[in-house]
């Protein structure tokens, strides 16, 4: 308060401690917990900065990534031989010439064809039926007659359906 009042006040910077802004070591053996082999072989070298970055830290990082991937994309480009290239070119005109259609096309050109069909037919105007729209009487009353069987069968104190034991 002396030195403030006197104007003597020089503020000090305040930075935190590094145990503060860094993450401790990554601790291999603690003792506790089940002794098993080791899954992994070598340790893991993860990237653990991304706790302790800074919104400047990442943007540098991005940077560095797509610059990398740049050169990288340039670099994998497939190199093809152009043998290689003559082999395909014959490769598909014989199966183009001498092998028949596979199976999936023909379905496909099949169903195709069944759709042209259906859209080329006009549509018939129905009258409404109750049951067949609305599906109303789904049960016969022997299925109706059987639910109802089975379900007195639960009644009892340590019975349970005979019919499906798991569901």
């Known amino acids: 308060m002396k030195d403030k009042l006197t104007g003597n006040d020089t503020p000090e910077v305040l930075t ?6 860094e993450l401790p070591p990554e601790l291999q053996h603690i003792g506790l917990g089940a002794r098993t082999f080791k899954k992994r072989s070598g340790p893991e070298n993860k990237d653990r900065s991304i706790w302790t970055d800074t919104p400047a830290d990442r943007e540098r990082k991005e940077c560095l990534e797509r610059k990398k991937k740049g050169e990288s994309e340039q670099d994998s480009a497939p190199q093809v031989f152009p043998k290689d290239r003559e082999m395909a070119e014959k490769v598909s ?9 596979s199976l999936m096309t023909l379905h496909e050109k099949k169903m195709k064809e069944k759709a042209k069909e259906k859209a080329d037919k006009p549509v ?8 067949a729209d609305l599906q109303v009487n789904r049960f016969d009353e022997a299925q109706k007659q059987r639910l109802l069987k089975k379900s007195q069968e639960l009644n009892t104190r340590f019975s349970h359906s005979k019919d499906r034991m798991f569901l």
Not at 16 to 21: A, H, L, P, Y
Not at 93 to 101: G, L, M
């Open 16 to 21: 935190r401690e590094s145990w503060m802004t």
């Open 93 to 101: 005109k014989y199966n183009e010439s001498k092998r028949a259609e």
């Open 124 to 131: 018939e105007r129905r009258p409404f039926d109750r049951d």
